[in-house]
């Protein structure tokens, strides 16, 4: 800034330009023109530098440039706005040499660490000498248009574990001259760790599925499910950063949400909820529409219903399979806007793995059930010839052995044999009937069982004669029950020590008659049963979870039977 220049509230401001100008003398404009310039206050700027300092530090009513600088000004206002505009955009810009040296930079690349701009040097250097062996000539059109070819890079900041993506272009001169690179720093920690992110839930997500084909295979309903539920568990928790969720099936007989299981909400399974978009909360909502839904305030949202103590904000998306809506995964927080778009776009990515891994766990129990019948049948149609054949030899053998007492006892016996083993693959193709080798369970004593009073629920008449006649030989008092609802109306009526119930019967499912045994009685033993390790909604790991004291998996011995029930009624 010149000497003598002040500001004033009262004078009129006017700034000369002249570089010529020798100790405030101006000498690059007519006296004329100098003379008409009286009563203001002239202040003389001897080069573009003082005069955008004046411009920008005070009031100036008027500048004077003379002509011949006044198209050299034009250019350094273009490239003072051009540093400005740089300087102010989001990504970090720079221009380099052939050796990779940067020789002008914006703010965001100025800012960077030493260690980056080594990087971006490096990769400049490296991405000028690809342009000069691959592009030998790039036309204007191609610079103009922006097609010509780029270079990407990547790098990170070991201290601040920061990501950084480059992008190097050619700068090409008038003559189509590779003269230098320009170099374009986006800050990609963000979206890497979104990405990575992404890359973690997917690989679990493939766990969960592979875990289901390979290691499933030789476990039970309940230690599949226990299994499955521990891996969501895990990945929620450490993937995720979720403590407090629930996953809920939808049941489609009755469209109602019953509870998978559910971490961190206590009395998650109090809460009775159907797929409706209206009484039935945010998860009624996410299911009945199969949209996500992201709470940010509890208190201020009309389809919200309490979840864990304290909750101020959720997350509901819905399980999918196919585009079918097969249940919900909640997730719920302490605090407000706590869970965001992102944790939204985590859990639908998770849901979807979770719906794909339910679905083979539910298939791989109707292959069973299917496989085993198919195997029955074979089975059946395969042994039934020669079985016919034995015993129709056989008898011809008694009656031409008349007389041979011991001989024809021993023939006898072989056709008894044939008659036994038919009946049995005969059972087994039938379905299971529950109970095997039933003979001799009157010596079985349990003293435990004496003169309480048991209740038997199953659909299959021969299962609840069965169950009643051996728990009747131990003392007890048994009633029976052909369906769920009578099964209920019975509990409502009594006060049964123990309940037996098969889990899938007609009007009410043995969960049912679990929770309703439990709701009468809080210390009434209940035992579930299922054939071919069937649970259609994923009765046993509910169950379980509110104190199931065992399961069953037809066909079952007596004396299993018995020792299950021991040890209910002594935890009782």
Known sequence: MSE??????????????????????VKSYEPAFLEQLEGWNCYHAKNFHE???????????????SPEDCTAMEGRMLKRQAEELLNNIGEGVCVNN?????LWANQKVNELSDSVKQSISSHSADAFRYFEKEVREISKKDVISGTQKKRRYSCQEEKTNHYYEMTVAPVIDQNGNLIQTSTVVIDATASRRLQMRINAIDKAGHELVRLEVSDFTSMNVEQR????????VKYAKELLNFDHFSIRLLNPKNNKLEVLFSEGIPGDHDHEIFASSENNGITGYVAATGRSYLCNNNASDPHFQPGIDGGQSSLTVPLRLHDKVIGT???????????????????????????IAINILDLMVVERHQVTGQTADTLYVNISKPLNKIISDVSGLLEEYVGHDELRHKLQVIVDSAVEIKSAVKDVQSGPRGIFDIKGSE?????ELWKKRVLVADDEEFIRETL?????NQGSIVDTAENGADAITLVHHNNYDLVITDIKMPRASGYEVFLASRQKNKDCAVILMTGFGYDPNHSIVRANRE??????????????????????LLKK
């Open 4 to 25: 003598g220049y002040k500001t004033t509230t009262d004078e009129k401001k006017l700034v000369i330009l002249d570089q010529n100008s020798i100790a405030g003398n």
């Open 51 to 65: 005069l955008f300092s004046m411009v920008k530090d005070a009031e100036v009513e008027a500048v004077v440039i």
């Open 98 to 102: 052939r050796d990779g040296v940067i």
């Open 225 to 232: 499910i226990s299994l499955l539920e521990n891996k969501i």
């Open 329 to 355: 995964f909640n997730v719920e927080s302490h605090h407000c806007h706590s869970l965001t778009e992102e944790s939204r776009q985590m859990a639908e990515i998770f849901a979807r793995y979770i719906a």
């Open 443 to 447: 010596n079985i004593k349990t003293e």
């Open 468 to 472: 009643a006649n051996i728990l009747g």
């Open 547 to 568: 104190g199931l004291n065992a399961v069953l998996y037809k066909p079952f011995k007596v004396e299993q039977l018995l020792t299950e029930i021991r040890q209910a």
